[in-house]
């Protein structure tokens, strides 16, 4: 008799999908009948059972790859139910108001999340994005000039640096750039 995949299991796997966009999904059977239903979801690897001394280390290394890729090249935020992943070399600053922060992409779109800025900072993990004022951080990536009292980024935008934040911003911009200021 053979095993038929649920429609359950199916739904549960695009909801993982959804819900978890870096999660890596390795599928592990005896059964190549359900190879095809596999390529109804995301997944990293197929392995089948008979193989698995073989293609179980190829697909563990190839999740553990995509999941540093992930971690190093994304930020993944959380969106009513679902999870939105972003570009980290897209966002340009970030900007909180009103327990909303608002983070404004290159291509012109603005993104908002309940997140603090300091959640998402920690979260980037990233030296290229620097906070710069109490409700302001810049990748200093997009950062076009530096002065004093604010960043001209890229795209025309001016983000202020606030006087108390001025001398950490200063010595983080220095060291990111390699500079003498």
Partial sequence: MKKQVSVFGLHARAALNRLLPTCQIIYLTGYLDYAPDAYAT?????????????????????????????????????????????????????????????????????????????????????????????????????AAVFRRESFLMKDGTVVPISHGYYPAVREQFRKYHHIEL
Avoid: W
Avoid at 86 to 95: D, G, P, R, V, W
């Fill in 42 to 142: 995301r997944h990293t690897y197929y392995v089948y059972r008979p193989t698995m001394e073989k293609h179980l280390p190829l697909a563990l290394q190839k999740a553990m790859t995509a999941l540093a890729e992930a971690e190093n090249g994304q930020l993944v935020l959380p969106q009513k139910g679902e999870q939105l992943v972003l570009e980290k070399q897209t966002i340009l600053y970030m900007e909180r108001r009103l327990r909303v922060t608002k983070l404004y992409l290159a291509d012109g779109q603005c993104v908002t999340t309940a997140l603090r800025l300091e959640e998402l900072l920690e979260r980037l993990g990233d030296p290229a994005f620097l906070r710069c004022h109490n409700s302001f951080a810049v990748s200093l990536d997009h």
